[in-house]
């Protein structure tokens, strides 16, 4: 079964960008059937979808946060990776890896990562 | 954007009740509607997808229902590991959307 577990600095300074990595084990990010995604938690709120990349490098983005995200694939190394930029207090959150299983009943979050809280700083 | 509305946000049950989860999409989304339990410190581990296929390894007591705009959990019943905070979230349409969650409590 698939492994997810993210990496990356714990805190943030207002106006710069997030950095995220995901490492994948168990598993290939190269498997046609699965797209990999990122969400995040403000502590104490529900859960946000950011976006989601597949192996050949395709996104999708919310739109609400289109302008400040970049996500990109690594399969060498079995990894995929989240950027934020402009951050701002209100992207404090648990972010989250996760791996979308498409099916034909559609898709859903079989696999997730521990999450990571990141706190951004003034 | 689909908006995801969950009821009640919280409820309170004791061991062995029956409980039911309710989800309402702005529009309608088919089966495409999953759910995820989420414990306190821990990631959200997926129960039900495509509206009532249950999730390798999750309890049978745990089940799924609806279409089109309006869906259910049911915990036929629950166990002192079920207390826990429940979420919808419908894959029909981008971007991804979930339900404000259902935290269910001891009472």
């Known amino acids: 079964q698939l492994q997810l577990q993210e990496s990356g600095p714990g805190l943030v300074k207002s106006s710069e960008t997030l950095s995220l990595i995901c490492t994948v084990s168990?598993?290939?990010?190269?498997?046609?059937?699965?797209?990999w995604g990122w969400i995040r938690q403000p502590p104490g709120k529900g859960l946000g979808w950011i976006g989601n990349i597949y192996y050949s490098g395709s996104t999708s983005y919310n739109p609400s946060l289109k302008s400040r995200v970049t996500m990109s694939v690594d399969t060498s190394k079995n990894q995929f990776s989240l950027k934020l930029s402009s951050v701002t207090a209100a992207d404090t959150a648990v972010y989250y890896c996760?791996?979308?299983?498409?099916?034909?009943?559609?898709?859903?979050?079989?696999?997730w990562g521990q999450g990571t809280l990141v706190t951004v700083s003034s | 954007d689909i908006q995801m509305t969950q009821s009640p946000s919280s409820l309170s049950a004791s061991v062995g009740d029956r409980v039911t989860i309710t989800c309402r999409a702005s529009q309608s989304i088919s089966i495409f509607l999953n759910w995820y339990q989420q414990k306190p410190g821990q990631a959200p581990k997926l129960l039900i997808y495509a509206a009532s296929s249950l999730q390798s390894g999750v309890p049978s007591r745990f089940s799924g229902s609806g279409s089109g705009t309006g869906f259910t959990l049911t915990i036929s019943s629950l166990q002192p590991g079920d207390f826990a905070t429940y979420y919808c979230q419908q894959s029909y349409s981008s971007p991804l959307t979930f339900g404000g969650g259902t935290r269910v409590e001891i009472k």
């Open positions: 996760a791996s979308l299983n498409y099916d034909s009943s559609g898709s859903y979050i079989d696999y």
């Open positions: 168990g598993g290939s990010i190269s498997s046609s059937n699965y797209y």
